[in-house]
Structure formats: C-alpha cells, structure tokens
C-alpha cells in the first residue's frame, strides 16, 4: 500500500463544509467519489482541516491509501480530471503510510477579508464581509499584539467545540489594506472551532470603534466568549495553506 497526499483548492460557496454529512455535497465526499472512479475500488481521504460551509481554501491537505501504480505527481491530473471545477488538486506526492495531516507538527494559515464601501460588488459578495464602515486599520494593527504567543483560547472558541484543550499559539497575526478590502491573516499551530471568525470580529469591532486594541489581552485572559466580538460570516474565511516540519 501507498499513501498520496494531496493539496486541495476548492470554492466552498456551494458545498456544506468539507466533512461528509448525510444527504449533503460536501468536499469530502466529492473527493471520495473521484478518487473511487479513478481506483475502481471505494476510497476514502483523510482531511487535515474540517472546514464548514462556505469556507475557501487554497491549499487544504488530504491523504488517502491504494495500492494503484500510477506514480504519485501524476494523481494530480488523473483526479482533476474527474472533479468539478470549483475543486483542484493543486499538488500531489507519496508520503509514509502513518504519515497523518492532523497529527503533524505544522503551522496553519489562514485568511479573512472584509470589503469596505458604499455598493458590495458582486464580483466580490461570495469571498468577503461586506462592511458600509471604513476600518481604523491603525488600530486593528495595533490589537494584534496581544494575540501573538500561548494563550488559552477560550474567549474565541465557539460552543459545540470538541476540543480536548483551548490553549494554542499564534505565530503571526496581521491586518493589511489592499484597496477596499481589510485583510487579517493569522499563523498558528491550530486553531478552535470558529476561532479565526471570532478573532476577526473581535478585530473589525475594534476596526469599528467598538472596542480598543488595549482591551485585547484582558479579553483573551477572561476566557469568556461573551467578551469578544462576533463571529463572523464563513464567506470570508479562506484557508492558506500548511507549512509541515517534515
């Protein structure tokens, strides 16, 4: 047996999230059902990151097993042929078979945008968060500071959350302009369930006037979701990618 992992692009506006559900398209399951036809034989993808519905990526990390001879860099082709077009592998190769995408040491980055102006283009409604408001842009900057480090996440962790522990780390965490778009990307070993969306909002509430940048590390130390900003839409949500120790 082999196991292939791959790098997967997808649109998530017209999917239910990428773990397979009953009755709905999912990532997942589009994945299984191309990889199955390519086989001829039932096979199943392991997912890095379970992301909900309407989320993007560009560079999700799956793996699956075979025993198929076709050489791993060619998967790539082989499977996008059989997908539909808002789904691509990007990349593919052959990793040790106890290779696990969720068990890895890695850093995790993802992306968030909102669209500030009078109008929200349409060219643009499905990947951001539309605001009328202009963003203090100066100040989100400045509330970033905080985040950066250990910390126990809790205040950002949506209910219905499964995780075993809410401490985390963020290795980078910034807000940048580009032109009517505020873009917050954040780096780190993992991250709560809605996590991201809660740091954003919680960023855009300060962005607003709502809170102030010094008021983030007491927000973090009262472990109280109450106390952060929304969360806020999953349209907005994209998933960078994976950087792997090994």
């Known amino acids: 047996m082999r196991r292939i992992r791959l790098y997967v692009a997808y649109d998530g506006t017209d999917y239910h999230g990428w773990q397979i559900q009953k009755n709905s398209k999912t990532i997942e399951s589009v994945l299984n059902a191309a990889i199955s036809d390519l086989l001829g034989t039932e096979t199943l993808v392991i997912g890095a990151s379970r992301t909900d519905a309407g989320v993007q990526a560009r560079g999700n990390v799956a793996v699956f097993d075979c025993d ?3 050489p791993a860099e060619k998967m790539a082709g082989a499977i996008n042929a059989r997908l539909p077009e808002d789904i691509r592998i990007v990349k593919s190769d052959e990793v040790d078979l ?6 890895q040491d890695c850093r995790k980055t993802y992306e968030y945008r909102i669209t500030s102006g009078k109008v929200q283009l349409p060219t643009k409604r499905l990947y951001s968060h539309f605001t009328y408001n202009n963003l203090n842009v100066n100040a989100m900057k400045k509330a970033c500071a905080a985040f950066i480090g250990e910390h126990d996440f809790a205040a950002f962790c949506a209910a219905g959350s499964q995780a075993d522990s809410t401490i985390r ?12 778009e505020t873009v917050i990307r954040v780096t780190g070993n993992g991250f709560l369930y809605n996590m991201v969306r809660i740091i954003a909002g919680t960023l855009m509430d300060v962005g607003l006037g709502k809170k102030k940048p010094e008021d983030m590390a007491g927000i973090i130390r009262s472990l109280d979701r109450t106390q952060a900003g929304p969360t806020l839409p999953a349209k907005g949500l994209m998933l960078v990618g994976y950087e792997y120790d090994k």
Do not use: D, F, M, Q
Not at 98 to 103: S, T, V, Y
């Open 68 to 70: 198929s001879r076709i």
């Open 98 to 103: 106890n290779w696990h995408p969720r068990k």
């Open 169 to 180: 780390t963020i290795y980078a965490l910034k807000v940048e302009k580009e032109g009517n």
